[in-house]
C-alpha cells in the first residue's frame, strides 16, 4: 500500500499535469488567435477576405497537436513515469509532432489547390480547373504517405521491407492497369495542353470528327455520318491533332484556265480586275492577295489566284468562296475570255500521194497465173 505521502505527492503531481493542461490550452487559444489575426489583415489587404477561414483552419489544428505534445512530454516528466515509460511518452510527443507538421502541409495544399484562382493567388501557376482535383488528392496522398513512414520509423520499426513491398506491388498494380494508366496520363496530356475543348471539330490519323465529351479513359468523337467515336485518351494525346474549329482564316487557292483564244491585252486585264476585286472584299486579307499567270498549259494558259479570308467557320468561307468565284466568272465573260476545258484535237493526214498507191482496185488473181 502506498504511505499518505506518496498519495499527496501522486495527487500533487496529478493537480499539476491537470493544471498544466488549462494553461496549455489557454496558451492554445491566444497562440491561435495571434497568429491568425496577421493572417486576416494580409488575406483583407490581398482583397480576398474569404481566406480568413481557410488561414485559421491551418493553423488551428497543427498548434494543437504540438501544444498536446508538449503537454504529454512535460506532464510525462512531473509524474516521473519509468523509462520504459518515458520511452513510449518520447514515441508519442513526436508522432503528434510529425502528425502536427504532416497536417500543416496537408492543409496548405488544400487551400492554395483548391481552385484555378486560388492556386494562381497563393503560386502564381495556372493550371486547366479540371486537373485541379487530382493535383490536389496527389499532393495529399504523397504528404500522407511520407508522414506515415517516418511515423513508423519513429516506433523503431524498419520500413525497408514495406517500402519494397509496397514498390513490387505497385510495379504489379501498374503493369496490370497499364492501359489505364496510360489513358489518365492521355487526359491530363489533353486537359493541360489543351489542344481541343468540347464542341471542336479536329482531325487525327485515326478519327475525324466533332468532340462530344472528353473523359477520364477515352473521348467521344461524332463524325460526318453522325456515327460516334470512343478514342483512348492515350492515342488521342499521342497523335498530331489537327483543329479545325480554331482557324482564324482560311485558304483560298484554285487555278482557272483560260482558253489560247484570248489575247495578251485580254489576260492582263483580267488579271488585274481579279485583283482589284479581291481587294475590295473586307474578309479577304489584302497582303495575301495573288493572282498571276504562271503557265502556258497544253490546251490552256493557267492563272494562279491565292488569298487568305478571315472567316473561319467553315460554312462562311464556303458561301464566301462561292460569291468571289460568281464573281470572278463574270469578270471572265465581260471581258469576252474563255474558260478553257481539257479537249484533245485529231488531225488525219491523206498519205496516199507519199505511198504512190493506185486509186484502182488491186486484182484478185495474181499475175501470170493460169
Known sequence: MFSTETLLSIAARLVMVLVLFIAIWLVRVVLTWILTRPLKRLSTRAGRPDLTDSMRNIVSAPTRYLLLALWIDIGARILELSPDL?????????????????????????????????????????????????????????????????????????????????????????????????????????????????????????????????????????????????????????????????????????????SYESDADSVQSLLEAIRQYLAQRESVEADSIIVYLINFGTTSMEVLIRCYITLGDWKEFTAEKETILLEILRIVNRLGLHIAFPRSALYIEDLRDDMNLSEQPLSSAPPNSK
Do not use: C
Open 86 to 258: 518515458m520511452i513510449v511518452v518520447w514515441h508519442m510527443t513526436r508522432t503528434f509532432v510529425i502528425v502536427a507538421f504532416a497536417l500543416i502541409i496537408y492543409r496548405l495544399i488544400d487551400s492554395a489547390v483548391y481552385s484555378r484562382s486560388r492556386l494562381l493567388d497563393f503560386t502564381g501557376i495556372t493550371l486547366e480547373e479540371r486537373l485541379i482535383p487530382f493535383v490536389r488528392t496527389g499532393l495529399q496522398l504523397l504528404v500522407l504517405a511520407i508522414a506515415l513512414v517516418i511515423i513508423i520509423q519513429v516506433w523503431g520499426y524498419d520500413v525497408t521491407g514495406l517500402i519494397a513491398g509496397l514498390g513490387l506491388g505497385g510495379l504489379a498494380l501498374s503493369l496490370a492497369a497499364q492501359d489505364t494508366l496510360a489513358n489518365l496520363f492521355g487526359f491530363t496530356a489533353l486537359v493541360g495542353d489543351r489542344p481541343f475543348v468540347v464542341g471542336d471539330y479536329v482531325k487525327t490519323k485515326d478519327v475525324e470528327g466533332l468532340i462530344e465529351q472528353v473523359g477520364l479513359r477515352s473521348s467521344r468523337v461524332r463524325q460526318l455520318n453522325q456515327a460516334v467515336v470512343t478514342v483512348p485518351n492515350s492515342m488521342l494525346a499521342a497523335s498530331a491533332i489537327l483543329n479545325w474549329s480554331r482557324l482564324t482564316k482560311r485558304q483560298l487557292d484554285m487555278t482557272i484556265n483560260i
